[in-house]
Structure formats: C-alpha cells, structure tokens
C-alpha cells in the first residue's frame, strides 16, 4: 500500500496527481486538499482538518460525499498535515508521499520539511511540481537518474560526517559538512545511477528541476 497526502498548498505548485494513482494507492486530504482531490476526480480514503480554509458550502460538499471526514478545531497543538501524518505512519505503508506541502506560506513549509524528521524512520516524501525531498539517516543509498537535473544534500544535523558521493558530477569521499553548508548544493548525476552514503547526522537531499522541463 502507498499512501498519498494531499495538502492545501498552492494549486500551481502541485504535480499531475493522476500520474501518482494506481490500484494499491490510498489518498488522504488534508484541509483543502480534500476538495482539490473531489474535483480532480479522487476519492480520499480519509480527510483531516479544521477547514479554516473552506467556506460552509464547500465543507458541507465534501462531508457529503466522503465518509470519514476528522474535523478537528482550528486551536490545537498539531498541524493538519502532522495530524494526517501521525495517521499514515500507522497504517504500514511502503511509501507515502505528501503533495500541496510546499509554496505559500514559509511556515507551512518549513513546518512540513521538519515533520520528515519527526518521522524519519517512515519511508515519506514531499513532491511538488520542481522538487522531491527527503531525509535519511547514516547508510547508504541509491539514487536513479530520472526527470530531476539537480541533487543537493543539505545538513540537517549540527554536522553530517562522511559523506561519499559516487556517479556524481561533484563527487566527495569521506567528507564532513556542518549545518549552514552549502558546498553540496545543486549537484548532478553523471550516469544511470549513483550513491550517497555518510556515517554520522541527518541529511536532507532535495532532487530539482527547473520550471519548463519535463514532468
């Protein structure tokens, strides 16, 4: 099972969801990401939020149509998406990806970027239109060459120690950045494949492309 969480970022910021679907998919919305999902023709599974960003008749449409609507009160001490979060980490997923989470408000974003670390031991990522973006922990990783130009790696951790980058155009062995670095930003791939590995921290890896390119 994959699960798909759509928030209520910016409409333009978001990617073609319907590429995303298929038979093993389940959709969450996520306060107006409810109601974007409806009238792309989606059904959610289940929807969270207190709808602060909904008027009274787009509310009462959507609790018409779906069956588990959490409504929860606008003064509380979570986010509607770390709600929703708290919900799909339970649900033993194989991946879940978060749509509408960046774009807007800086808050929003940098508020969502950080619940990656709170659940950083779930396989999650944050997509949008230019951008995918996760968080690992000290291992090593693949990464495919795909529709994204750009590869950063930025220090989430006080430092990150040992980074080796190989198949990259950039390549590093055994190097440490401290948090505010910039030296692994906007790094590409120089074959099919590569690997990132290091040994100690949190790393962030955002993969990008320019607006104009290829979904």
Known sequence: MIIH???????????????YNGDNVKWVGVDRGALRLLQMGIQP?????DFDSMDAKELKW????????????SEKDKTDMEI????????????IRV?????GRLDHLFGNVQLLVKYIDKPIEIIDRQNT???HTPG??????????YISFIPISHEVKGITLRGFKYPLTNCHISIGSTLCISNELIRSSGTFSFSEGILMMIRSKDLGGCF
């Open 99 to 103: 749509f509408g989470a960046t774009g």
């Open 62 to 73: 959507v609790q018409t149509v779906l069956d588990d609507v959490e409504i929860w009160p």
């Open 45 to 49: 599974v289940k929807v969270f939020g």
């Open 133 to 135: 973006i996760t968080v």
């Open 84 to 95: 929703a979060l708290d919900w799909a980490s339970e649900q033993n997923a194989i991946k």
């Open 5 to 19: 969480i759509v928030g209520g970022g910016p409409s333009e910021f978001l990617p073609p969801l319907h590429h």
């Open 140 to 149: 090593t990783y693949p990464v495919l060459h795909d529709h994204h130009r």
